[in-house]
């Protein structure tokens, strides 16, 4: 990993089925999560993804760049849900990449995570720890 380095982006599909193992997973059961009606009712445009899958696939996305490295910091903000249809197809997730800085053995990436083309997460950024001279053997 060297800065400035774009990793190739990861593309996750998001359906509903992905939204009830999350919810009995993680044991929010918010009908928003999985009632259009509900969803509707509250001024949401439809169902909307767990903002915390959300950024567990940024998680999965850092993973897969760097060989299951350890991730030692995680964080975004959430700016916009992902709305999830009724459908096989669901909704897609891209998450693009970029390395930002490698030093003492850590490196940090900044990443754009989209649906649609709009951004759903604001200012995600990973930081893993990096082996040898910043190589992670991914």
Partial sequence: M?????????VF???????VRYAGASGDF?????????ATEVG?????????????LTGRAVARWTGDA?????GCKF???????????????V??????????GLATLTMEVTCGGQKVLG?????????GAGETGG
């Fill in 13 to 19: 599909a998001v359906r509903r089925v992905d939204l």
């Fill in 95 to 104: 998450v693009a990449g970029t390395v930002k800085e490698v030093a003492g």
């Fill in 79 to 93: 700016t916009h849900p992902v709305v999830v249809p009724d459908d096989d197809r669901g909704a897609e997730v």
């Fill in 30 to 38: 918010n009908p928003i999560h999985w009632s259009d009606r509900v």
């Fill in 70 to 74: 350890e991730i030692v910091e995680l």
């Fill in 44 to 56: 949401l445009p439809g169902v909307i993804a767990h903002g915390m899958y959300t950024m567990a």
């Fill in 123 to 131: 200012m995600p950024r990973a930081v893993v720890r990096v082996g």
């Fill in 2 to 10: 060297t800065p400035g380095q774009r990793l190739e982006p990861q």
